[in-house]
């Protein structure tokens, strides 16, 4: 992995030389994965969680032995309420929480109408229900440690309300408002929220099993594509500043100003639409 001595410095300084934890759900892959190797470098010791265990243990063995940290692997599937559940009392139980990273999610490309009810809920519950009880758990823990940092993953399709990503954009939308909010309640501790909004990034998101019905990687557009790396380095230093809402990558921050003026956005949508007329609706 590529060493990023900045940032490791950075990190440092948040532990302030205890030893500190950090919380990682969806770190079997992709961004998880990516903020569990930066982390571990700065010394951190993790709990990962996702559903594939045989890719937690495999994260688990290269990150102990590659930088002599602590890592815990718990298998969750975080669209369980019981599985979350268990999330929340490791949380609970974690004296040395000082980073909590709700990054587990997943996209599909489908009418809201057409899509199986149990998908709706599954992606309502792993990208808001978990993301709200973990904080709810996590707020606490980090009050009485007097510090603390929360990144929650969202996405630019937040700010894109568009067909074929009902529930996508609007529960990462609730994920930028939610964080905003918190921060605020938060302003006068030492708790830090972040709600991370990338564009695209060159991980196996658009493979996954929910996207299979559709050609999502004719999606993705290489020359905004930021590596996972470079994500969580920005994101991570991003933590210094005061906004809660982070954008990587200056192309996806060119992108939301031109978007979120309402002409950008009606060219977004009609080049949505298209997509989504080769889609059945029924
Ligand atoms: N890649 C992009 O272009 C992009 C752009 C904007 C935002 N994002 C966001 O970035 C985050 C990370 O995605 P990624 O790009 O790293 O994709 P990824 O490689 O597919 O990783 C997704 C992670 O979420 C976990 N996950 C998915 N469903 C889960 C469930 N029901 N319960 C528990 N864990 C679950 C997966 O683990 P298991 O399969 O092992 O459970 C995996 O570790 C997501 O929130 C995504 O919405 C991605």
Not at 3 to 31: C, D, N, P, V, W
Not at 145 to 154: A, C, L, M, P
Not at 164 to 192: D, N, P, R
Request: with cysteine; proline share 3%; net charge positive.
């Amino acid at each position: 992995m590529k060493e990023y001595a900045y940032l490791t410095r950075f990190m440092k300084s948040i532990k302030a030389g205890k030893q500190h934890t950090a919380f990682i759900t969806g770190a079997s892959s992709g961004l998880g994965d990516a903020y569990a190797n930066a982390l571990a470098q700065s010394g951190f010791d993790l709990i990962i969680t996702a559903r594939r265990k045989e890719k937690l243990e495999e994260c688990k063995k290269v990150l102990e032995k590659k930088h002599s940290v602590s890592v815990v692997t718990i298998q969750a599937d975080l669209s369980k309420q019981d599985d979350i559940g268990r999330l929340e009392n490791e949380i609970e139980k974690s004296r040395n929480l000082c980073m909590l990273i709700n990054n587990a999610g997943f996209g599909a490309m489908d009418y809201f109408a057409a899509s199986p009810l149990s998908k709706v809920l599954d992606m309502l519950h792993v990208h808001v229900t978990a993301t709200t009880r973990l904080c709810r758990a996590a707020v606490p823990v980090m009050k009485k440690n007097g510090t603390g940092y929360i990144i929650n993953v969202s996405s630019l399709m937040a700010f894109m309300p568009l067909a074929g990503q009902v529930m996508y954009s609007a529960t990462k939308s609730y994920i930028v408002h939610f964080s905003e909010a918190l921060q605020q309640e938060l302003q006068k501790s030492s708790i830090k929220v972040q709600a991370l909004c990338p564009g695209f990034i060159a991980t196996n998101f658009l493979k996954s099993p929910e996207y299979s019905e559709s050609d999502s990687e004719a999606l993705r557009m290489d020359s905004i594509t930021m590596k996972p790396e470079k994500v969580v380095e920005e994101s991570l230093l991003a933590l210094k500043k005061r906004k809660v809402i982070f954008i990587p990558g200056m192309k996806n921050r060119l992108l939301y100003h031109i978007l979120y003026n309402r002409p950008g956005l009606w060219l977004i949508k009609k080049i949505a639409g298209r997509m989504m007329s080769s889609i059945k609706q029924e």
